[in-house]
């Protein structure tokens, strides 16, 4: 039985993750800033803002002593108004924000939980991040959310070749186009698929293949 942290597990991927764990019989850890979505009792719940040193901080005190398995960074933000993140009209505190939640959000959480994870035996963590943050794509609009999924693939890039050592292995993934609050009714995939596809790959992360960009369905993306 492992113990699987997830971060905005209140609603959406987080959620459904957290769902598929603890029906497996593994001990579910669920962060969330907000409403809870669950409407019944999944894991254990705990609040965490992710923007916030002391609430990271807090955590890592409430959690002293206990392994962590599984990290998952799945906390994050779209950013500001579409019209408002355009090369040509930007919101830039609404921008700063979108990186602070998602770039040094997940960061702050993965460095306030290393003793937990290096309490584990091989332990794992992961960051849901996006295609869209791709650097090979010539796509625009979403400029926040597009600059803060590039940034923290490299970020958990470099996580994953300092804790190599240690024998903890990283993974950033694209999730899909998910039928979430996020992703909208007319998205590709429903939220169980994607969730369950991401819960594979995880499983299969070891060291050998630590630090690679993957889609939920396994497949390597370029950067």
């Known amino acids: 039985m492992a113990t699987i942290?997830?971060?905005?597990?209140?609603?959406?991927?987080?959620?459904?993750?957290?769902?598929?764990?603890?029906?497996?019989?593994?001990?579910v850890i669920r962060t969330m800033r907000g409403h809870d979505k669950?409407?019944?009792?999944?894991?254990?719940?705990?609040?965490?803002?992710?923007?916030?040193d002391a609430s990271a901080a807090a955590l890592a005190e409430m959690l002293k002593g206990r392994p962590v398995?599984?990290?998952?960074?799945?906390?994050?933000?779209?950013?500001?108004?579409?019209?408002?993140?355009?090369?040509?009209?930007?919101?830039?505190?609404?921008?700063?924000?979108?990186?602070?939640?998602?770039?040094?959000?997940?960061?702050?959480?993965?460095?306030?939980?290393?003793p937990n994870l290096r309490a584990a035996n091989a332990a794992k963590v992961a960051v849901i991040s996006s295609?869209?943050?791709?650097?090979?794509?010539?796509?625009?609009?979403?400029?926040?959310?597009?600059?803060?999924k590039a940034a923290v693939n490299k970020v958990f890039q470099c996580v994953a070749a300092d804790l190599a050592g240690e024998g903890i292995a990283v993974a950033m993934l694209h999730p899909g186009w998910v039928r979430t609050d996020m992703g909208g009714a007319g998205a590709d995939l429903d939220v169980s698929e994607s969730a369950s596809g991401i819960r594979k790959v995880l499983a299969d992360l070891d060291i050998a293949s630590t630090g690679r960009f993957k889609t939920w369905d396994g497949r390597t993306l370029d950067w």
């Open 5 to 27: 942290l997830i971060t905005g597990a209140n609603r959406g991927i987080g959620l459904e993750l957290a769902r598929q764990y603890a029906a497996a019989g593994d001990r």
């Open 38 to 52: 669950a409407g019944e009792t999944v894991g254990e719940t705990i609040p965490l803002d992710v923007t916030s």
């Open 69 to 114: 398995d599984l990290l998952i960074n799945n906390a994050g933000v779209i950013g500001p108004d579409p019209a408002k993140q355009t090369s040509t009209a930007m919101d830039f505190a609404g921008f700063l924000g979108a990186l602070d939640a998602n770039v040094l959000g997940p960061l702050r959480v993965t460095q306030a939980l290393l």
């Open 131 to 148: 295609q869209m943050g791709q650097l090979s794509s010539q796509h625009s609009g979403f400029i926040a959310y597009r600059a803060s």
